[in-house]
T-cell receptor, first 111, second 118 residues
Framework: AQSVTQLGSHVSVSEGALVLLRCNYS??????LFWYVQYPNQGLQLLLK??????LVKGINGFEAEFKKSETSFHLTKPSAHMSDAAEYFC?????????FGTGTRLKVLA | DAGVIQSPRHEVTEMGQEVTLRCKPI?????LFWYRQTMMRGLELLIY????????DSGMPEDRFSAKMPNASFSTLKIQPSEPRDSAVYFC????????????????FGQGTRLTVV
């Protein structure tokens, strides 16, 4: 069975600092992995996805994630945080056509 | 395409009443998902459909919950009778099957319905 674990339910960074949100996965098959972002009172919006092509995946808004099979990780990064990045971020793995989400990480950006 | 459309956006109802949430998936998508989001439990998959047929309803919390998909462009999630603990945001999402063993496509989410049962 597939699952994901997000480390840290809340992360705070200063504006301009590196953003690192952690996600580890468990999958019995080569995984398809996703990062979504949720702004207040909104639905989930896809940031990026890994589908076994390049291990470094670039997404929208300057975010990227690296698939590391040896570490079973798919951490999300952004070199320089912006105030508009404040939101909740979800990692997800796809299993038998359904999406299994982590518990989310709320990112706070400090001025 | 306008994306996944859910209605209503907000619903306030009294305990014991029937509640019906509605979803229109993206045209051409053959998978439809209903999720529930709460602070305590996060995002829970309630049920999903493939080509209008329910495939996995193991996440439906109890018999008070039911979901239907009468055609490719419409689905409902019904709660009867509703209880205060059903208060949550309910999301509908859709996707196409994609390639590979489990499908390499992403899910597209609606804006959600915020349900409050008083």
């Amino acid at each position: 069975a597939q699952s994901v674990t997000q480390l840290g339910s809340h992360v705070s960074v200063s504006e301009g600092a590196l953003v690192l949100l952690r996600c580890n996965y468990s999958s019995s098959v080569p995984p398809y992995l996703f990062w979504y972002v949720q702004y207040p009172n909104q639905g989930l919006q896809l940031l990026l996805k890994y589908t076994s092509a390049a291990t470094l995946v670039k997404g929208i808004n300057g975010f990227e994630a690296e698939f590391k099979k040896s570490e079973t990780s798919f951490h999300l990064t952004k070199p320089s945080a912006h105030m508009s990045d404040a939101a909740e971020y979800f990692c997800a793995v796809k299993g038998t056509y359904k999406y299994i989400f982590g518990t989310g990480t709320r990112l706070k950006v400090l001025a | 395409d306008a994306g996944v459309i859910q209605s209503p956006r907000h619903e306030v109802t009294e305990m014991g009443q029937e509640v019906t949430l509605r979803c229109k998936p993206i045209s051409g998508h053959d998978y439809l998902f209903w999720y529930r989001q709460t602070m305590m439990r996060g995002l829970e998959l309630l049920i999903y459909f493939n080509n209008n047929v329910p495939i996995d309803d193991s996440g439906m919390p109890e018999d008070r919950f039911s979901a239907k998909m009468p055609n490719a462009s419409f689905s409902t999630l019904k709660i009867q009778p509703s209880e205060p603990r059903d208060s949550a945001v309910y999301f509908c999402a859709s996707s196409s099957g994609g390639l590979g063993e489990v499908g390499d496509t992403e899910a597209f989410f609606g804006q959600g319905t915020r349900l409050t049962v008083v």
